[in-house]
């Protein structure tokens, strides 16, 4: 871990005076990585919050290019950038908004080839898939490397976070145990919504990587924005879950 120089405590001064954090908290998040899977309307805005924060390194998993569709939501994509490798717009915003910061742009999303990969490189995973599919190798890896995870989704008016710690909370697959019989890769979606979901994401990160606070660990925080009506859940582990109940 390096010391901040006089810039940085410039830069992040506002943020460093909130209690439990400080200084040290600054540069252990300095000091830190994470990997954010898809930077869309759930990914994007919980990017820009860990590069506005000072994180040091974000790998981003993102395959395609931008679309007109995307641009309601995905606050990291432009118009200017309509057809190009999404994974480079981000990484372009990203850097615009912090040099600080490293950014490492995957333009490909997360496999069974590369999954492994990925999640090694990194301190904390950020679960913002589209699909069950995606979110199910995270999880699985995550376990098998001991790497945290915070996983965040959304529906409509509705979303939800935890924070998953391997062999000490539930993982994904302990709350979902196949794939939701209704879900479908085109949903609906208002861009306030997964950004509520990414900001909550965003906090959980933060706190986990920089050691303060009280994380979403053990609990599912649920919300619906349709009458601003928020729970804590709490979830456990399932002894027979085939990911992670023999660990």
């Known amino acids: 871990m390096s010391p901040l120089n006089e810039e940085e405590r410039a830069v992040y001064e506002w943020q460093m005076s909130v209690p439990g954090f400080g200084e040290a908290g600054q540069e252990r998040l300095q000091a830190a990585s994470a990997l954010v899977s898809r930077c869309g309307g759930l990914g994007g805005p919980l990017c820009y919050s860990l590069a506005a924060a000072g994180i040091g390194k974000l790998v981003i998993a993102h395959g395609g290019n931008v679309n007109l569709s995307d641009l309601n939501r995905q606050i990291l994509m432009t118009h200017a950038w309509l057809g190009k490798p999404r994974a480079e717009s981000a990484a372009r915003r990203l ?111 933060i706190k986990l990587l920089a050691g303060f606070g009280e994380t979403l660990a053990g609990t599912l925080l649920y919300y619906d924005a349709s009458d601003m009506s928020f729970q804590r859940i709490p979830i456990a582990r399932r002894p027979d879950c085939p990911v992670c109940g023999g660990r």
């Open 95 to 205: 850097r615009e908004l912090n040099p600080r910061v490293e950014v490492e742009a995957v333009p490909a999303n997360v496999t069974e080839e590369n999954v492994a990969e990925l999640v090694s490189k990194v301190d904390l995973v950020f679960d913002c898939a589209p699909v069950f599919s995606e979110r199910f190798l995270l999880n699985r890896e995550c376990v098998r490397q001991g790497v945290p995870m915070v996983e965040a989704a959304m529906f409509s008016m509705e979303g939800q976070v935890t924070t998953i710690l391997p062999g000490k909370t539930p993982c994904l697959a302990c709350l979902y145990p196949e794939e939701p019989r209704y879900w479908k890769r085109r949903f609906p979606v208002f861009a306030a919504v997964s950004a509520l979901a990414a900001a909550i994401a965003a906090a959980e990160g």
